[in-house]
C-alpha cells in the first residue's frame, strides 16, 4: 500500500511570487505520481504526471514537480503566481500495476495582489 | 482522455433513505474507481468495480452501504444505503484512461444529508 504526506494543509503567497508545494510518499513498489488541482467549486484535474523517464515534469500553466526517489518526494513548484492558482492542490500516488489513488491531504494556495 | 458525466450533480436527502449516483463514459473503460470527498478532506478510495466482475471495496466501506453495479464498459452506479448526515460529500467516479496510469474525474456528485 502506498501513502502520501502533504506537509503544508495552507499556503498564501503574493502574486508573482514563488511557491513550493512539498510531497513526500511512502511505497514498497514502483509507483506513479500525480498532482492533481480543484479550482473552487469545480472538479479534480489532472496538472501533471510522473510515470517513468526524466524526473522532471511540466504543466502547460507553468508548473513543475520532480520525482526524487532517494527522498521519497515529488514536490510542485512554480516560479511566478497568478491569482487565477488559487485552488487546492492534491498529490496522489498509486502502484504502478493496480492505479488505485492515494491521494495527500490537500494544500490549499491562496494568491494575493 | 476520457469525458465523464455524472447524476446528479448534487442533491440534498433525508436521513435514512438511499441515492443512486450514475457514471457514465464516453468511452469504453475496464478500471473504474468510485471515490468519496468528505467535507474539508482529501478524496478516499471507496470500491474498484471493474465490469464482469464483483466490486471491490476498500477497509471501511462495505457492500451493503454502497452497492455498485457495473453492467457494461462505459456505465456504472453507485448507491449510498440508509444515509445519515455523516454521508455528505461529494462522490466521484473515476477511470484509468488507456495504459498511462493516469485516472480521470467527474465533476463529482455533490451529496448533502438532512
Known amino acids: 500500500a502506498q501513502s502520501v504526506t502533504q506537509l503544508d494543509s495552507q499556503v498564501p503567497v503574493f502574486e508573482e511570487a514563488p511557491v513550493e508545494l512539498r510531497c513526500n510518499y511512502s511505497?514498497?513498489?514502483?509507483?506513479?505520481l500525480f498532482w492533481y488541482v480543484q479550482y473552487p467549486n469545480q472538479g479534480l484535474q489532472l496538472l501533471l504526471k510522473?510515470?517513468?523517464?526524466?524526473?522532471l515534469v511540466e504543466s502547460i500553466n507553468g508548473f513543475e514537480a520532480e520525482f526524487n526517489k532517494s527522498q521519497t518526494s515529488f514536490h510542485l513548484r512554480k516560479p511566478s503566481v497568478h491569482i487565477s492558482d488559487t485552488a487546492e492542490y492534491f498529490c496522489a500516488v498509486s502502484g504502478s500495476n493496480d492505479y488505485k489513488l492515494s491521494f495527500g491531504a490537500g494544500t490549499t494556495v491562496t494568491v494575493r495582489a | 482522455s476520457a469525458v465523464i458525466s455524472q447524476k446528479p450533480s448534487r442533491d440534498i436527502c433525508q436521513r435514512g433513505t438511499s441515492l443512486t449516483i450514475q457514471c457514465q463514459v464516453d468511452?469504453?473503460?475496464?478500471?473504474m474507481f468510485w471515490y468519496r470527498q468528505q467535507p474539508g478532506q482529501s478524496l478516499t478510495l471507496i470500491a474498484t468495480a471493474n465490469q464482469g466482475s464483483e466490486a471491490t471495496y476498500e477497509s471501511g466501506f462495505v457492500i451493503d452501504k454502497f452497492p455498485i453495479s457495473r453492467p457494461n464498459l462505459t456505465f456504472s452506479t453507485l448507491t449510498v444505503s440508509n444515509m445519515s448526515p455523516e454521508d455528505s460529500s461529494i462522490y466521484l467516479c473515476s477511470v484509468v484512461g488507456g495504459n498511462t496510469g493516469e485516472l480521470f474525474f467527474g465533476e463529482g456528485s455533490r451529496l448533502t444529508v438532512l
Open positions: 511505497s514498497s513498489v514502483s509507483v506513479y
Open positions: 468511452s469504453q473503460v475496464t478500471m
Open positions: 510522473y510515470l517513468s523517464g526524466s524526473t
